[in-house]
């Protein structure tokens, strides 16, 4: 059982930076590949990044790729995802979740409950 809890959401000007955090509880943190993924409002749960149990390998959507960072400390139980250049059209609550693969689809075993992000114009 993985116990996960998002924190660094909030409110950004269009251009700046966020830094999301996915504390996850219990020993085996390192067991699992870690995902963030985002849900705007009448839209379905995308994909947002990818990170494996070890962190060599790192995937993201286009719409991410080269603005956002996806890490994890293994020491600290905690995936991280960078958020830099924001975009109004990045606005949506934000839910880690970890599992035993890298997916780009909602196949992941555990979810947190989410951190609202919004970005203003």
């Known amino acids: 059982q993985v116990q996960l809890v998002e924190s660094g959401g909030g409110l950004v000007q269009a251009g700046g930076s966020l830094r999301l955090s996915c504390a996850a509880s219990?020993?085996?943190?390192?067991?699992?590949?870690m995902g963030w993924f985002r849900q705007a409002p009448g839209k379905e749960r995308e994909f947002v990044a990818a990170i494996s149990r070890s962190g060599d390998n790192t995937y993201y959507a286009d719409s991410v790729k080269g603005r956002f960072t996806i890490s994890r400390d293994n020491v600290e139980n905690t995936s991280y995802l960078q958020m830099n250049s924001l975009k109004p059209e990045d606005t949506a609550v934000y839910y880690c979740?970890?599992?035993?693969?890298?997916?780009?689809?909602?196949?992941?075993?555990?979810w947190g409950q989410g951190t609202q992000v919004t970005v203003s114009s």
């Open positions: 219990g020993r085996t943190f390192s067991s699992y590949a």
């Open positions: 979740a970890a599992g035993p693969w890298p997916y780009t689809s909602i196949s992941y075993t555990y």
